[in-house]
């Protein structure tokens, strides 16, 4: 379990609103652990509401709203493959609200219910009043690419950004999130937390982004690689290999410890 091993290692686990495991029996599973809740707002408010008011009254520390998909991509290796989950697994988190099956998972994750209790394409700034009116939560906005939004997300009174492309799953040809990073950490310059995700293979890459400004990194990929590898322990073991890849890194690069990265490590190539 992801989860479980993110409590063993003290690293923050996201859970996502599609997990196969309710919010409930992760904070069963690993009752120690430091958690932030990834969410979406549906047409049916009610819906982001409810998840909203369990989470909170279950303890997770924040809420991260993605805000990148208005519209699923066309995400063409899902369409290729044939992609669909094991039709024994459940999307927990909605049972007893609608029958919801991985069956009606496609495209890496997500649910096609009905016409009235889908994604909310109209999502906008506005919502973000919305969400604080419902919970005393930190709310982080997931999916910011361009300096114009970061400095929107600060005016709205965000706590953090996750600078994310989705995985590159979204739209053909966007930015990678290294990229865009430099540019949203002088945008924000230190109003509110930056983050990032996509592309972290190495502990060296772990340390570029936090050359660039980040935070901290989150990892997707590399995690269900070593859960379908061995589970729990292959969780922790990629955990484990990046830990001490960015502590090597650290090292070699002279940084004895965190507040020595900076961005005199990172090199720009020259057009």
């Known amino acids: 379990m992801c989860f479980a091993a993110a409590e063993t290692l003290n690293v923050c686990y996201v859970a996502s609103t599609y997990s196969t495991c309710s919010v409930e029996e992760i904070v069963t599973a690993a009752p120690d652990g430091f958690r932030w809740f990834q969410l979406y ?4 408010r ?9 989470v909170e009254a279950l303890g ?8 990148d998909v208005p519209y699923t991509g066309k995400r063409r290796s899902d369409i290729r493959n044939n992609f669909r989950l094991p039709p024994h697994l ?6 007893g609200v609608f029958e919801v099956s991985a069956a009606s998972l496609v495209s890496g994750g997500f649910i096609i219910l009905s016409l009235a209790n889908t994604l909310d394409p109209s ?36 706590q953090g950004i996750v600078v994310s492309n989705h995985g590159g ?30 592309g972290i293979r190495t502990g060296s890459d772990v340390l ?59 090199q720009f190539s020259r057009l």
């Open 41 to 44: 707002i549906y047409r049916d």
């Open 46 to 54: 009610k819906l982001s509401e409810q998840l909203v008011r369990r």
């Open 60 to 67: 997770f520390k924040a809420l991260v709203l993605t805000v």
């Open 90 to 95: 459940k999307v927990k988190n909605f049972e």
């Open 123 to 158: 999502i906008s700034w506005r919502d973000i009043h919305w969400l604080r009116s419902l919970t005393r939560l930190p709310i982080i906005i997931k999916g910011i690419l361009t300096k114009e939004d970061a400095e929107l997300a600060v005016e709205h009174g965000v």
């Open 169 to 198: 799953r979204q739209l053909d040809g966007e930015l990678a999130t290294i990229d865009a990073l430099s540019e949203i950490v002088d945008a924000v310059q230190g109003r509110i937390e930056v983050y990032i995700d996509g």
């Open 208 to 266: 570029k982004a936090l050359a660039l400004g980040a935070k901290c990194v989150f990892i997707g990929r590399p995690i269900v690689w070593g859960l379908a590898y061995k589970g729990e322990e292959g969780v922790r073991g990629v955990l484990q290999i990046l830990t001490d890849e960015f502590r090597l890194s650290m090292a070699l690069s002279g940084c004895r410890n965190i507040s020595e990265i900076n961005r005199n490590l990172v």
